[in-house]
């Protein structure tokens, strides 16, 4: 189906462990996103993509590692897990540069125990 | 640092009855975005403000940008329920040749009761 998909959409996972969040779109966007959702603190940017091969951080990178081989994959990566990263997380993908309407995937709700 | 603050956080309207979310940012933003959330649900964008005095209007809601002022403001007329969800803004931050990063407000949770 066409539009932005990711996977897992729920994961509980253990502290330390290595956890990777999946995420496809199907526009062919040359920028792709990824935020973090917590109660209290709205959205906040994690890694953001230009295309592929290029990224950069945003807001709260530490602790991530995204890679960007392919325009259509984002993979987030959760190194080493911790409690502060339960979170839910949402992908997106926008056309353009900031000023574009960035479209969000359905998110991955993730428990880190 | 650029800051966004939305009030109210919460929002209890009866149907029929107007009102107006407000988005403040702390810094030079030259846009302005408006999404909704529905609970459990992703993000659906609402409006893109691209310049001052910019309005946007949608069915029931209504948003406006003055970058002057550093204030957006979405207005809700005539409530129904079905407009009961979560309504974030978002201002972006420019870095000297970057693209710069979307910055989040808390969100407004609004309810409208019959």
């Known amino acids: 189906d066409a539009g932005i998909t990711q996977s897992p959409r729920y994961k509980i996972t253990e502290t330390g462990r290595q956890v990777t969040l999946m995420c496809h779109q199907t526009?062919?966007?040359?920028?792709m996103f990824w935020y973090r959702q917590d109660l209290g603190h709205g959205l906040r940017l994690i890694y953001y993509?230009?295309?592929?091969?290029?990224?950069d951080k945003g807001e709260v990178p530490d602790g991530y590692v995204v890679s960007r081989s392919k325009t259509e994959n984002f993979p987030l990566t959760l190194e080493s897990a911790t409690r502060s990263q339960t979170s839910v997380y949402f992908c997106?993908?926008?056309?353009?540069?900031?000023?574009?309407?960035?479209?969000f995937g359905p998110g991955t709700r993730l428990t880190v125990t | 640092e650029l800051k966004v603050e939305q009030n109210p956080l919460f929002l209890s309207m009866q149907e029929g009855k107007n009102y107006t979310i407000y988005c403040n940012y702390s810094?030079?933003?030259?846009?302005l975005y408006w999404y909704r959330q529905d609970p459990g649900k992703s993000l659906e964008s609402l409006f893109v403000l691209l310049s001052n005095g910019a309005v946007k209007q949608e069915g029931r809601l209504m948003a406006s940008l003055d970058t002057k002022a550093r204030l957006s403001t979405l207005h809700i007329t005539a409530a129904v329920h079905d407009l009961s969800a979560t309504y974030f803004c978002a201002a972006c931050m420019n870095y000297g040749g970057s693209q710069g990063n979307l910055i989040f407000g808390k969100g407004t949770k609004l309810s409208v009761k019959p």
């Open positions: 997106a993908s926008s056309p353009g540069p900031w000023h574009y309407e960035q479209y």
């Open positions: 810094t030079t933003s030259d846009r």
């Open positions: 526009w062919s966007h040359s920028y």
């Open positions: 993509s230009a295309a592929a091969d290029i990224t």
